[in-house]
């Protein structure tokens, strides 16, 4: 993608959206880090149907580990994966309440070291939480990112840093979420619906998908 296209590519996601969001429920901070770290190869609509049943009972670290394992398995087994994720939870609640006084950390490096939060974990949280212009990269934004040739990349990290460099500071902080909801509801990986998107004009991806 021509650098000149990528403002008007993004002011067009923006008119369209002035405020975009994750499609994840939650209420705090803590409820966010749950919802991500549950939604690891799981769709945003079975995390929420889980944590519709589980953040009314348990919805800070200490809520979670008076569950017990096997409570909270109960909680998100509709969810893949829920027993490693179920796993990961406890051990990261028993950290955020003996090295955090049961808050969320506010940096890379202590979201990182809990069990189950990669990169991408951390950096939703920093951005969807604190309002950092953090890039978390998923395959939706990977897929995006390559196809439209605005960030071209052979790993989500080469994604990320493309972003970060490509984009105009002014829609950093809210690109993650244009970019997601791109991917997940016009640029589908099987067929993209060229015909229906906003920002066809500035993409590089040939040729444009007719419309059925």
Same mark, same amino acid.
């Given at each position: 993608m021509k650098k000149s296209n990528i403002a008007p590519f993004f002011a067009t996601l923006k =008119?369209?959206?002035?405020?975009?969001?994750? !499609?994840?429920e939650y209420t705090s901070v803590f409820e966010l880090l749950t919802a991500v770290l549950l939604s690891a190869q799981a769709t945003d609509v079975g995390v929420n %149907? *889980?944590?519709?049943?589980?953040?009314?009972? *348990?919805?800070?670290?200490? *809520?979670?580990?008076? #569950?017990? +394992? !096997?409570?909270?398995?109960? $909680?998100? %087994?509709?969810?893949?994966? $829920? &027993?490693? %994720?179920? %796993?990961? #939870?406890?051990?990261?609640?028993?950290? +955020?309440?003996?090295?955090?006084?049961?808050?969320?950390? &506010?940096? &890379?490096?202590?979201? !990182? *070291?809990?069990?189950?939060?990669?990169?991408?974990? =951390?950096?939703?949280?920093?951005?969807?939480?604190?309002?950092?212009?953090?890039?978390a990269v998923d395959t939706h934004i990977f897929r995006v990112g390559n196809r439209t040739g605005l960030a071209p990349g052979k790993t989500p990290l080469e994604v990320e840093k493309q972003l970060l460099a490509r984009v105009p500071a002014e829609y950093l902080v809210d690109a993650h979420h244009w970019l997601i909801l791109l991917g997940r509801y016009v640029c589908q990986a099987r067929k993209p619906r060229c015909w229906q998107c906003v920002v066809a004009p500035y993409c590089d991806f040939a040729p444009k998908t007719p419309a059925p």
């Open positions: =008119a369209a959206n002035p405020q975009p969001n994750t !499609e994840l %149907k *889980a944590t519709r049943r589980l953040f009314p009972v *348990a919805n800070t670290p200490q *809520a979670v580990l008076d #569950l017990g +394992l !096997e409570g909270l398995e109960d $909680y998100i %087994k509709t969810i893949g994966l $829920y &027993r490693s %994720k179920a %796993k990961h #939870l406890m051990q990261t609640c028993r950290i +955020l309440v003996q090295q955090h006084g049961g808050q969320v950390p &506010r940096t &890379r490096e202590a979201l !990182e *070291a809990l069990p189950g939060v990669g990169r991408k974990t =951390a950096n939703v949280v920093l951005n969807v939480a604190f309002g950092q212009p953090t890039m």
